[in-house]
């Protein structure tokens, strides 16, 4: 298989067309959370709404993008790349045009798809067709660009939310997916794993998706029905059943897309254990940070997207340092002090109730946010290194997918589970402050009902005047409390993430001798 020099025309336009790819699903995954909550207000969507919006990209996401960059290595990667980028440009398009929510996740599961092929395929074309020699180069090229260009993602976010644009959201992927294209088609040749195997595992990637899908439906269900409820009963039942089958299924199969021998190494499973804790903390705290700023603290959606500016700051002036420190010292006091730290931040956040609003942002929410973003800066990089180093040179690529796989199934458990517990916590808290108000029972009951849009919900029309500030008062406590409790849960799953890496990393004096033991145990039966 050929390579170009990255100073080559054919390899500018490779990394072009990777850069674009790769900004257009980072871009829209930081600036969706900063326009949910104008989102959820134009759509008149409730809470478990809103998290399926979330997890109907992830699930498919989770579940195929091992899959998708196998398919890159048996058909050819700049075809699959292609594919997902146009899957993606038709998954956006349609969700820009969704007129309901229903269609609005229909379409996110088509954005997913797209993505499955899309962001696995970016890095493996760089990978294929970039001289080794300056493979590293084009990576860290890829990666500062992009991540340069997440930044503005919850900017562009909130900007086109406070303007009632956040179908813009996803129509900018439009032009950006198209010049990718482009460039692909016109520019770039095709490359193609010799002798590749063409066993693809897809009774795997149906039980995990159907399986998380079953799980996530019963999770978002309860509040509107409960726990004794028949569909959320066989949903929770089957969903089970299917993950169980998951792993039967890779236990068996010749080609697994999530090879459990992996996982005998104890560095490889503990990393791992660490990124599904650390990446469901994080996902849910920048959700729920997101809709409390909006929903409760009066923040403008531009306002709450450049919140986020510092924690990305920190994360591109530390990410590369961190790095550097692991190779020379080893990657275990990194992944216990940046979790730990990371959990601390969190565990400031939560101490932020009802504030005054933006002009009170930074002794508010920055320390917390900072100290957040110093922690994942921490982590992220030594983290790789470790996945990494766990296995023998010829599995780091299937190490690799299964850890990014595993930050998607992360934020899917957190989606449902936590979405479930906050709408709980909601009715909970309404519940003991509504007594206080003269209400007839009708109308308790309907300012009840609200709870399962969280931070959206709305006084009944029956009220007003000051009956109904009241009612907005008492949502808007409700909320912060809510935000409070997920905020502690997020911070005791990043450090139980700093627990699993010193239990489970090896230090660095024993890296050497562990790997070779871990090369053994990744070796198939």
Request: glycine share 12%; charged share 10%; proline share 5%.
């Amino acid at each position: 298989m050929t390579t170009v020099s990255l100073s080559s025309a054919e390899g500018r336009w490779v990394m072009a067309s990777a850069i674009l790819a790769s900004s257009m699903g980072f871009i829209d995954g930081t600036a969706l959370n900063v326009v949910l909550p104008s989102l959820q207000k134009s759509l008149n969507a409730s809470g478990t709404e809103i998290f399926w919006i979330l997890n109907a990209y992830l699930l498919m996401m989770a579940s195929l993008i091992l899959v998708g960059g196998a398919l890159g290595d048996h058909l050819g990667r700049k075809k699959v790349f292609m594919i997902g980028i146009a899957l993606f440009i038709l998954g956006s398009t349609a969700s820009g045009l969704a007129p309901g929510v229903a269609w609005l996740i229909g379409f996110r599961a088509l954005q997913g798809l797209g993505g499955s092929l899309m962001i696995p395929g970016s890095l493996s074309l760089i990978s294929s067709s970039i001289d080794d020699k300056e493979k590293g180069k084009a990576i860290g090229t890829w990666s500062a660009i992009t991540t340069v260009v997440t930044m503005g993602g919850p900017v562009i976010g909130g900007a086109l939310a406070d303007a009632g644009l956040w179908r813009f959201i996803f129509f900018i992927n439009i032009p950006i997916g198209l010049a990718a294209l482009w460039m692909l088609w016109r520019k770039v040749q095709e490359r193609r794993e010799d002798g590749a195997n063409p066993a693809l595992d897809l009774p795997g990637a149906a039980s995990i998706a159907f399986g998380l899908a079953l799980l996530t439906f019963g999770c978002l269900r309860i509040p509107n029905t409960s726990i004794g409820d028949r569909w959320v009963i066989l949903s929770l039942v089957c969903g089970l059943v299917l993950l169980v089958a998951f792993v039967f299924i890779e236990k068996n199969s010749r080609h697994p897309m999530m090879p459990l021998y992996l996982f005998t190494n104890s560095t490889f499973a503990g990393t791992n254990l660490l990124t599904f804790f650390l990446y469901a903390g994080l996902g849910v705290a920048m959700l729920f940070l997101s809709l409390d700023l909006v929903q409760a603290q009066g923040y403008s959606q531009l306002q709450s997207g450049l919140t986020f500016l510092p924690f990305t700051v920190v994360m591109i002036l530390c990410s590369r340092l961190a790095g550097s420190l692991a190779d020379k010292h080893g990657p275990k006091p990194f992944l216990v002090g940046g979790p730990a730290l990371a959990g601390a931040g969190l565990f400031l956040l939560s101490f932020v109730r009802e504030t005054n609003g933006p002009k009170a942002y930074w002794t508010t929410f920055l320390p917390g946010v900072m100290v957040f973003g110093l922690g994942m800066a921490c982590t992220v990089a030594p983290l790789t290194t470790a996945v990494m180093g766990a296995v023998s040179d010829q599995m780091s690529g299937v190490a690799s997918g299964v850890n990014n796989a595993l930050t998607r199934i992360a934020n899917v458990f957190a989606n449902a589970m936590l979405g479930l517990l906050a709408v709980l916590l909601f009715t909970a808290s309404l519940k003991g402050r509504v007594g206080a108000l003269a209400l007839d029972p009708p109308t308790r009951q309907a300012v009840l009902a609200q709870a399962v849009n969280l931070g959206n919900a709305k006084p009944p029309s029956s009220l007003s005047g000051p009956v109904a500030a009241s009612v907005r008062a008492i949502y808007r406590s409700g909320f912060v409390d809510v935000y409070v409790k997920v905020m502690r849960i997020a911070a005791a799953f990043a450090w139980l993430a700093a627990l699993l890496g010193l239990v489970t990393i090896k230090p660095r004096a024993q890296e050497a001798g562990f790997k070779g033991k871990g090369k053994a145990a990744t070796l198939p039966s």
